[in-house]
């Protein structure tokens, strides 16, 4: 997600995380037998346009 949001929108590794950590859901998917699943969602109005 970060490597696509830094792509995506010109940001430093530092700043797409932060962009992150406000604007992303974390969902847990998977809890079955010692499998755990996390997925990051992040709608797309949210992106920053690329500066």
């Keep these: 997600m970060i490597a696509l949001i830094r792509e995506k929108c010109g940001l430093s590794a530092q700043d797409a995380y932060t962009f992150c950590s406000i604007a992303a859901d974390l969902r ?24």
């Design 28 to 51: 847990v998917t998977q809890l079955v037998d010692g499998n755990k699943g996390i997925h990051c969602v992040l709608a797309k109005s949210r992106m920053p346009q690329r500066t």
